[in-house]
């Protein structure tokens, strides 16, 4: 005699046509730039938010089966845990660091975003479907090429919800914008026997960071020494200060200075401040030395594409824009 189906719920056409849009959006979406990188991440977390309940369900009944010889008595409480265990490592995959950690050395890789704990509510509309009439009753006896169909749609369901695979890091992918300061001019001068580049290196809610390259363009060796990095923004002034001392350059040498200068710039971005006044303050040979620089807060649009193979390192010594 034939057992019941215990993973009748994969084999309906919205379950099916949920794990096919996450195969579809990970495998194919992600990364292409036909999608701004926001909507598909989101479509991962609604569609898997969706079916993953009912898989951990589908399975329980699975291993009741076969240990017990029939399914579980009360649906409903195993619906209800499935969606509880769901939305719990769901949440802590976006706002624990050593949970998501410890998970992505078994199941890939996953990308923290608090804001994806605003897709939740879909676990809502997963348990509906589980306990809907249809659902709840008891299920016929398969035919033999069904019980076959829910073994390879549980391995299938299982697979899709693996997190994405590490994608080509020279693939463009599309990434969330934000407002960032930049130096509005050009941005290099000589001063004595050196030569200098500047650049913002960090630009974020709380201010930027400023980075100094200084080369000796001189035969004899030449000391410099960075001090202070002052913004000027609508008639306020914020101050940061380089962490290094007098450096001695031999001919041809260069150095890196960087200074980190905090502010309210998402503050001074929503009430309409867009430019600034960069003052830098340095000695060259134990003479004092100054750089004025125009500054300006861009934004060019929600969505940038990104090519981490042609982006600049994320440590400020490595590389100019």
Same mark, same amino acid.
């Given at each position: 005699?034939?057992?019941?189906?215990?993973?009748?719920?994969?084999?309906?056409?919205?379950?099916?046509?949920?794990?096919?849009?996450?195969?579809?959006n990970?495998?194919?979406?992600?990364?292409?730039?036909?999608?701004p990188?926001?909507?598909t991440?989101k479509?991962?977390?609604?569609?898997?938010?969706?079916?993953?309940?009912?898989?951990?369900?589908?399975?329980?009944?699975?291993?009741?089966? !076969?240990? +017990?010889?029939?399914?579980?008595?009360?649906?409903?409480?195993? @619906?209800?845990? $499935? #969606?509880? %265990? *769901?939305?719990?490592?769901?949440s802590?995959?976006?706002?624990?660091?050593?949970?998501?950690?410890?998970?992505?050395?078994?199941?890939?890789?996953?990308?923290?975003?608090?804001?994806?704990?605003?897709?939740?509510?879909?676990?809502?509309?997963?348990?509906?479907?589980?306990m809907?009439?249809?659902?709840?009753?008891?299920?016929?006896?398969?035919? !033999?090429? +069904?019980s076959?169909?829910?073994?390879?749609?549980?391995?299938? @369901?299982?697979? $899709? #919800?693996? %997190? *994405?695979?590490?994608?080509?890091?020279?693939?463009?992918?599309?990434?969330?914008?934000?407002?960032?300061?930049?130096?509005?001019?050009?941005?290099?001068?000589?001063?004595?026997?050196?030569?200098?580049?500047?650049?913002?290196?960090?630009?974020?809610?709380?201010?930027?960071?400023?980075?100094?390259?200084?080369?000796?363009?001189?035969?004899?060796?030449?000391? +410099?020494s960075?001090?202070?990095?002052?913004?000027?923004?609508?008639?306020?002034?914020?101050?940061?200060?380089?962490?290094?001392?007098?450096?001695?350059?031999?001919?041809?040498?260069?150095?890196?200075?960087?200074?980190?200068?905090?502010?309210?710039?998402?503050?001074?971005?929503?009430?309409?401040?867009?430019?600034?006044?960069?003052?830098?303050?340095?000695?060259?040979?134990?003479?004092?030395?100054?750089?004025?620089?125009?500054?300006?807060?861009?934004?060019?649009?929600?969505?940038?594409?990104?090519?981490?193979?042609?982006?600049?390192?994320?440590?400020?010594?490595?590389?100019?824009?």
């Open positions: 005699m034939r057992r019941p189906l215990w993973a009748q719920d994969l084999l309906h056409p919205l379950v099916l046509a949920a794990i096919a849009v996450l195969v579809l990970d495998h194919v979406l992600k990364g292409s730039g036909l999608l990188g926001l909507v991440g479509l991962s977390d609604v569609v898997g938010l969706f079916f993953f309940p009912i898989l951990l369900v589908a399975l329980a009944q699975g291993i009741c089966l !076969a240990l +017990l010889g029939r399914l579980p008595r009360n649906r409903g409480q195993l @619906a209800f845990w $499935a #969606s509880l %265990a *769901t939305a719990l490592g769901f802590l995959v976006n706002v624990s660091t050593p949970f998501n950690h410890f998970l992505a050395r078994w199941w890939g890789g996953f990308t923290m975003d608090p804001t994806d704990l605003l897709t939740l509510p879909v676990l809502a509309l997963s348990y509906h479907f589980m809907s009439p249809r659902r709840v009753e008891q299920p016929r006896k398969p035919s !033999a090429s +069904l076959w169909a829910q073994f390879l749609l549980a391995g299938a @369901a299982g697979l $899709a #919800s693996i %997190a *994405t695979p590490s994608m080509d890091p020279c693939r463009p992918q599309q990434v969330r914008n934000y407002p960032v300061w930049q130096i509005a001019e050009a941005a290099q001068t000589a001063r004595g026997c050196v030569q200098l580049d500047a650049w913002i290196s960090r630009s974020g809610k709380e201010g930027l960071g400023l980075t100094l390259r200084a080369r000796n363009i001189d035969e004899a060796p030449c000391e +410099l960075a001090s202070t990095a002052r913004v000027h923004i609508g008639g306020q002034a914020y101050d940061g200060e380089f962490g290094d001392g007098p450096i001695r350059l031999g001919s041809g040498e260069e150095h890196h200075f960087y200074a980190p200068v905090f502010f309210p710039s998402q503050d001074i971005w929503n009430g309409g401040e867009h430019e600034g006044r960069l003052e830098l303050s340095f000695a060259v040979n134990a003479e004092p030395k100054s750089w004025s620089l125009a500054l300006q807060h861009h934004f060019t649009g929600p969505f940038r594409a990104v090519n981490h193979c042609d982006e600049q390192s994320i440590h400020y010594i490595l590389a100019r824009p």
